[in-house]
């Protein structure tokens, strides 16, 4: 299949490119770009004029619910919900059920996703049976299935020898540790962020304390041990200014938010609106705004979706007793494009924090337009808003915080290798 996609504004922040340009693909590469290699004749043309053409997203983070949870979602509506809003390349934690802790459950969940062809899943491993945090699993043997890294998604990690070990482990091959810094005993029966709107509403605190106290032995142990660290979804301004010093000693530790964190505080809350139950919970304003500094300055390295759809009857539980989680593949990028346009953010840079910038943290050659690249491609309209509905989200998960905002970014195209997934 040979396309051409023409008249478009090029971004493609890794190679530094700007400017308007046709695009032509084939054989699910990208082999050409500005002009037409010779003897190029297209199966398809796509007008992308007034549109930007980027590279397709990559997310660090987003829950496919297979296998397992097929109830909240499937493999198959979530990768059609991440066509639509141009995510290309994901990965996914390992906390399904059963466990990624199996070189054939990877291989599985691979298979699956290479047969539906509407997007590149990379798993992240367990980083104990079971994540239960006691035993070690074969990394290994997981990486040789697939696996680009290790986590324990959000399971408690209690017994600091296992991290020390994991951390070591993987440091001798070389391979990512994905933890999530929250302290379990001080995260305990929490739901809301430990502030005024918690103690308002007369809900279980969770303080600031509880993730910096775990990111401070997470850095501890990737000091000692030399261990390459992301440490996942961080949300407060003194994990942003642990991880801008440790950066600065030399540690090879990196760090990403959730695309929520970058709009919303623990006042949007409101009254128990259990929409905006999270995990981490929404932190306050002075949070919020260090966070965004972070990602400005370079601390902070990548966005992701935090893609947690969830079934609407654990939504409509009172706040404290909802699941948390919401689904965030379609708001990737306009909440991106958000953050840049209120803090005065170049779009190239902007949209680094999707590309190439997590693509190099996952260890993929993706989110560039090289030539002879996968033809991984994004094309939006930057200026068209479109109204966040229920109806609107392809994704079987209908909860977000943001439903009913207007958002500037609407998806135009998408192409994973060459094919084109999505169209509006």
């Known amino acids: 299949m040979k ?5 478009g504004r090029v971004i493609d922040p890794k190679n530094n490119l700007d400017a308007v340009r046709d695009v032509f693909v084939a054989a699910g590469k990208i082999i050409a770009v500005g002009q037409p290699p010779a003897d190029f004749q297209a199966n398809q043309t796509l007008d992308a004029s ?12 987003a829950r496919l ?9 499937t493999l198959e509506s979530e990768l059609r919900a991440a066509a639509a809003g141009g995510v290309t390349s994901l990965a996914c934690p390992p906390d399904t059920d059963p466990v990624l802790d199996e070189p054939g459950l990877v291989e599985m969940l691979k298979h699956r996703a290479k047969l539906l062809n509407m997007g590149h899943v990379y798993p992240l491993g367990a980083l104990t049976r079971q994540l239960h945090g006691k035993h070690l699993t074969e990394m290994c043997e997981l990486a040789e299935a697939g696996c680009v890294g290790f986590s324990h998604a959000t399971a408690p990690l209690t017994d600091t020898q296992v991290m020390r070990r994991a951390m070591q482990y993987a440091s001798t091959f070389g391979y990512t540790v994905w933890l999530h810094p929250e302290d379990a005993y001080l995260a305990k029966d929490g739901v809301a962020h430990d502030g005024e709107v918690a103690a308002r509403l007369g809900l279980a605190g969770i303080p600031s304390s509880a993730e910096t106290i775990a990111l401070a032995t997470i850095l501890t142990l990737a000091q000692d041990t030399g261990a390459k660290v992301h440490v996942c979804r961080i949300s407060t301004g003194a994990s942003v200014e642990m ?26 809350i409101g ?4 929409q905006c139950r999270l995990q981490p ?17 370079g601390t902070v390295t990548a966005i992701c979706s935090d893609h947690t759809p969830v079934d609407d009857d654990e939504k409509l539980a009172p706040f404290a ?20 346009n209120e803090t005065s953010t170049p779009l190239s840079a902007a949209l680094a924090r999707i590309t190439c910038e997590p693509a190099a943290l996952l260890g993929i050659n993706a989110g560039h337009l090289g030539i002879g690249a996968c033809a991984d ?44 997934v999505h169209q509006a």
């Open 3 to 7: 396309i051409r996609i023409k008249n």
């Open 321 to 340: 007793e909802s699941a948390p989680g919401a689904s965030g593949l379609e708001l990737l990028l306009p909440l991106t494009l958000k953050w840049a």
């Open 377 to 420: 491609v994004c094309v939006f309209a930057p200026e068209e808003y479109w109204k966040v509905e229920r109806q609107s989200l392809r994704s079987q998960g209908k909860n977000t915080p943001f439903l009913g905002w207007e958002l500037a970014g609407k998806i135009r195209a998408t192409l994973v290798a060459g094919h084109l």
């Open 281 to 297: 919970p929404l932190r306050a304003q002075r949070d919020r705004d260090a966070l965004r500094e972070g990602l400005a300055d």
């Open 243 to 268: 991880i801008r010093k440790a950066r600065q000693q030399g540690l090879p530790v990196t760090c990403d938010i959730a695309a929520n964190h970058l709009h919303l505080t623990e006042r949007d």
């Open 50 to 61: 007034g549109q930007i053409v980027c590279p397709g997203l990559v997310d660090l983070s």
């Open 65 to 73: 619910r297979e296998p397992g949870h097929e109830y909240r979602a």
């Open 271 to 274: 009254f128990f609106d259990p």
